[in-house]
């Protein structure tokens, strides 16, 4: 069965970087998109970034973009989240995901994300 696990997750200060890796293993990953998602304490999970099965195509949220990168090895099958200039409200369970069907562009959003990693803390200080 199709298996996600993140890390890379810690404290760091505000301004400070952090570099999330997302392993996966179960199905052939060079057919799937991949997306990074993240749920604050007492909120709802939000879209981070998305990247095509290739990597040809990414997507972010409007709150990151510039700040953070998401990138894919289709050698290693693993996702990547570069998360540069971090703010405290950037603080939050981050967690990986994959999409379901094969060849399909992500949005930029959880749909079509079917499979789903049990997340890493990120706790940026002020």
């Known amino acids: 069965q199709v298996q996600l696990v993140e890390s890379g997750g810690g404290l760091v200060q505000a301004g400070g970087s952090l570099r999330l890796s997302c392993a996966a293993s179960?199905?052939?990953?060079?057919?799937?998109?991949m997306g990074w998602f993240r749920q604050a304490p007492g909120k709802g999970r939000e879209f981070v970034a998305a990247?095509?099965?290739?990597?040809?195509?990414?997507y972010y949220a409007d709150s990151v973009k510039g700040r953070f990168t998401i990138s894919r090895d289709n050698t290693k099958n693993a996702v990547y989240l570069q998360m540069n200039s971090l703010k405290p409200e950037d603080t939050a369970v981050y967690y990986c995901?994959?999409?379901?069907?094969?060849?399909?562009?992500?949005?930029?959003?959880?749909?079509?994300?079917?499979?789903w990693g049990k997340g890493t803390l990120v706790t940026v200080s002020s």
């Open positions: 995901a994959q999409q379901g069907t094969s060849y399909k562009e992500p949005r930029v959003s959880d749909y079509g994300m079917d499979y």
């Open positions: 179960g199905r052939t990953f060079s057919k799937y998109a």
């Open positions: 990247i095509n099965y290739s990597g040809g195509r990414t």
